[in-house]
């Protein structure tokens, strides 16, 4: 039924599975459905819906030292484990290898449980849900007849001492542990976590398994990076908050990172940068609804005008008020030194005679920063904030736009504006308590008449 030969095709396109696409005995099929159209491919799975968000609660109480909670928690996912093994497989044989499986990553959590409990052991713990979903799943398609391959992620995903991405080594490693694995009609890995440069275990933060599949797609030329979700693509405005939301049928990749690093959370902050470095279409799917054509994204772009909203949240505005020295050439070159120095990026910046305007989304060196700025003047800092981002060809749109925009915020407590920086993007720093309107607002008032 299933040729037992495959050459490998290494530019193989590469599909990324997310927490509810393999939340399910139920789900888990569903992919399987998507996946066996006979074409070789390289599978990379999230963890199982939940599970991420439980294993951070467990490293949490381990952390605090609140080692009967995590106890608990522990015994009550692994609970749910069991019923999952018992659901998946109809051998006895398979249900053997899933209890296997489970028992070796909930020994792993089990033993965090005593000694001394460090970032690496936290980073250990949130991997196993990534470690446990594709083995389960590798154990079920090889249950159902097919060639499947589990290629483990910690062998070939890497991050530098900065915790960027290292691309050249990935790239290097990856096409090895190919060959070792050996002929196969499916590849499946890990999302999300990788070795850091002292060989250690760590991850790409949280919703990074879409990271995973853009960074293996350029590792290997991959011919199309699929990200499969929930969702039938990326809408023109958070469907979490907004009612009247609508799919985009196609992105350019600059309108999609921008989007994406302010906060659509469909797609992880840096998704699309290798994809986009290498001109790599990346398609975003419905694992529910395969039949849509999802939203495409390449160089090009479907038209002109504004074509979404996005939202971050969690970001600190600081003020720096300095009537004598703001207009002194340099002044902005020592005030970015000091967050160059703190390795703390800048989002929006804003600037008048006496004062200038910027927001962080990184505070672990708040403090230091708002010690060394306090030289140049009075130094204000605003907490929950939120950047709301209008993506598109923005030059292009008729004359107006901006009053259309500032129209559509009256009455919202707008922060900071950046308009002009690029053609693509107008944003406004808003108090993320009132989030949600300015969304519903521009959904109303820009987006859709
Ligand atoms: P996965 O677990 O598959 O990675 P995520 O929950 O990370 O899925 O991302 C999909 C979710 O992103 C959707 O269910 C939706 O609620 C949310 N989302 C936020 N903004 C957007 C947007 N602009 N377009 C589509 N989905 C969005
Ligand atoms: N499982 C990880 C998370 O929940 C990574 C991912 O799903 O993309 O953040
Ligand atoms: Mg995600």
Redesign the pocket.
């Known amino acids: 039924m299933h040729p037992e030969n495959f050459e490998i095709t290494y530019n193989m396109k590469v599909l ?1 599975f ?2 509810t696409s393999v939340g399910s005995p139920e789900n888990m099929r569903a992919v399987i459905d998507i996946i066996a159209d006979g074409e070789q491919k390289l599978v990379v799975l ?2 199982m ?1 939940g ?3 439980a294993l951070v609660e467990i490293a949490g109480y381990l952390h605090k030292k609140n080692k009967d909670t995590a106890s608990v928690l522990i015994g009550n996912l692994e609970a749910k484990y069991k019923k999952v093994v018992d659901d998946l497989y109809k051998t006895e044989e398979s249900k053997k290898q899933g209890l296997q499986i489970v028992k070796a990553s909930f020994d792993t959590l089990r033993s965090f449980t005593s000694g001394t409990f460090t970032e690496v052991g936290e980073n250990t713990i ?1 991997a196993q ?2 470690l446990i979903s594709t083995q389960l799943f590798t154990v079920l398609m090889t249950e159902l007849g097919y060639n499947a391959k589990l290629l483990p992620a910690l062998e070939f995903m890497r991050i530098d001492e900065d915790k960027a991405a290292d691309l050249p080594s990935i790239r290097k490693l990856i096409q090895p542990v190919i060959e070792k694995a050996g002929s196969a009609e499916f590849y499946i890995t890990q ?2 976590i990788c070795l850091n440069a002292n060989g250690d275990i760590d ?10 599949a853009s960074l293996i797609g350029a590792a290997i030329d991959s011919e199309e990076i699929q990200i499969w979700t929930d969702i039938d693509g990326f809408h023109n405005n958070d469907p979490r908050f907004v009612s009247n939301t609508r799919k985009i049928d196609q992105l350019s990749f600059l309108e999609a990172a921008e989007l994406a690093y302010f906060g659509a959370k469909i797609l ?1 902050p840096q998704t699309v940068l290798p994809a986009r470095v290498q001109n790599i279409p990346v398609r975003l799917k419905n694992t529910m609804n395969p039949a849509d054509s999802g939203t495409l994204i390449t160089s090009e772009s479907d038209g002109k005008g504004i074509k979404a909203v996005a939202a971050k949240d969690g970001i600190t505005a600081i003020k720096i008020r300095s009537g004598r020295m703001l207009m002194a050439y340099g002044f902005l070159k020592n005030v970015f030194a000091v967050f160059e120095k703190y390795k703390t990026p800048i989002d929006m910046i804003s600037t008048s005679e006496v004062a200038v305007s910027l927001t962080i989304d990184n505070t672990k060196y708040l403090n230091e920063i708002q010690e060394e700025i306090a030289i140049f003047g009075d130094v204000e800092i605003d907490t929950d904030m939120s950047i709301v981002c209008i993506v598109g060809d923005i030059i292009s749109e008729e004359k107006g736009f901006a009053s259309k925009v500032f129209n559509a915020l009256d009455g919202i407590p707008i922060r900071m504006i950046s308009y002009g920086g690029s053609r693509y993007n107008i944003s406004v720093l808003v108090p993320t308590v009132h989030k949600k309107v300015t969304l519903q607002a521009i959904s109303d008032k820009v987006l859709n008449n």
């Open positions: 990324k997310g927490g999230s963890a819906s599970t991420t968000n949130v849900g990534e999302g999300f991850n790409l933060q949280r919703g990074g398994s879409d990271y995973t992880h």
